[in-house]
Each structure stands twice: as structure tokens, then as C-alpha cells.
């Protein structure tokens, strides 16, 4: 086996991510619709790009769906796409905060202990309080994830959609793996 160095570390990490993804992880991947249609669907009619980024696009208060384990089946990403409410874990739930002075502050939880507690709003932005700051702390019964795809989206659609999620799932190293940034030019 001759070494490839001359191709450089950008180049390797790319040609390594292609082969992943014709090989899949455990063998060859076989998508319920159109990867494709389901792209167009993510940034636009279904607007999932709102809250989640995908290939480095899109919203931050939910989770970058790029990196989607390859092992997550198309059934069980179906369903968090019709069934949020059910398939999420809880720690994934929304939650309402009032501050002593009466402002209502709602997103996502992101940390919490005994004396504070994290939050993110729909706006990307990070909300620190010391409990001793805030009146309420409501958990909300589901996360921010829309629980109306069901009615919004066909099955076609749904299943374009888990397309795309698992194809980039499969494409993208995952984020523990050096990333083809390096900077040693
Ligand atoms: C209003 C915001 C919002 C929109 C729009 C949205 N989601 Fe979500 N989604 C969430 C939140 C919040 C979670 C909970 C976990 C997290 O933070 O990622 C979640 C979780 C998920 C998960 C599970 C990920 C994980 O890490 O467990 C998948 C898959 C997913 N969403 C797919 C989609 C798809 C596909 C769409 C578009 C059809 C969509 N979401 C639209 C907010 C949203």
C-alpha cells in the first residue's frame, strides 16, 4: 500500500468520508424516498431548518442533525418527525421561566442545578438566572419540536425527509473525528 500524505489531510478526510458513505456503516443504506426532495423540504416548506442545522446550515436551538447516528433506523426517525411528543426524551422538554419582576422567558433547557438554571430562546440567545431571580420555573409537556407534522407533511414527504437525515447522517464524520479544517497550510 503506497502512502497518500502527497494528497494531503483535507483530501484524505474527504475521499475517507465518500467511501463511508457508498459503503454505509453497516452495509449499504437503502432510503425510504428522495434524499434530494427531502433536502428541499428541511430549509423550506417543512422549515425544520428553523430550529435544527443540518450540513452547517439552519437554526441552533435544537440539535445539528448532520451528525444523526447512521445506526438511527428511518423507522425511528419517522417517528420523532409524527410523534415528537412520545419519542423525545424528556430532558428534551421546553421550558417557561417567570423572573420576580414578571418577565417570561421560553426555550429549551440547557443546564440546571440547585441554584440556577440555563435556558436558550428561539432566537439562539443563552438566558442565565439564579433561582433566586425567578418566581416559576415551568416544564413544559413536550419540547419545542412541532407536534402538527402529521397534518403538514404526506407520507412521501416524511419519508423524503428521513432521506435526507440518513444520508447526511452517513456522509458526515462524526464530530469526535478530526475535521478537515487543519489549519498547517
Ligand atoms: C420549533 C423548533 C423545531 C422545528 C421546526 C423542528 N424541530 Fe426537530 N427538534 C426540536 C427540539 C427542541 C428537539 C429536541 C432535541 C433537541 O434539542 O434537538 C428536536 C428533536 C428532533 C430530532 C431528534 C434529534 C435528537 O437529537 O434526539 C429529530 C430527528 C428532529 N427533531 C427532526 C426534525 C425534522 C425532520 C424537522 C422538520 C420536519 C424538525 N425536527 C423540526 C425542535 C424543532
Keep these: 500500500m503506497p502512502g497518500f500524505d502527497w494528497l494531503g489531510q483535507e483530501k484524505i478526510l474527504g475521499i475517507v468520508a465518500c467511501l ?11 432510503l425510504p424516498g428522495n434524499a434530494e426532495r427531502g433536502k ?25 442533525l448532520s451528525y444523526s447516528e447512521s445506526n438511527t433506523s428511518a423507522d425511528q426517525l419517522r417517528q420523532v418527525i409524527l410523534d415528537p411528543v412520545n419519542s423525545l426524551p424528556a430532558q428534551k422538554r421546553a421550558v417557561t421561566v417567570t423572573t420576580t419582576d414578571g418577565q417570561k422567558y421560553a426555550g429549551a ?66 464530530p469526535d473525528q478530526p475535521s478537515s479544517d487543519d489549519d498547517d497550510e
Aim: charged content about 20%.
Design 40 to 64: 428541499k423540504l428541511f430549509f423550506g416548506k417543512a422549515k425544520c431548518s428553523d430550529c435544527h442545522m443540518a450540513q452547517s446550515k439552519g437554526g441552533f436551538i435544537a440539535s445539528d
Design 20 to 30: 463511508r458513505a457508498l459503503q454505509g456503516k453497516n452495509g449499504p443504506i437503502t
Design 109 to 174: 433547557l440547557r443546564a440546571q442545578d440547585n441554584f440556577s438554571i440555563s435556558i436558550q430562546t428561539m432566537d439562539s440567545a443563552f438566558h442565565y438566572f439564579p433561582k433566586s431571580q425567578l418566581a416559576s420555573i415551568e416544564i413544559g409537556a413536550r419540547s419545542l419540536m412541532p407536534d402538527d407534522y402529521r397534518s403538514r407533511l404526506s407520507d412521501a414527504e416524511v419519508n423524503d425527509l428521513v432521506s435526507y437525515l440518513i444520508q447526511i447522517g452517513a456522509q458526515s464524520p462524526k
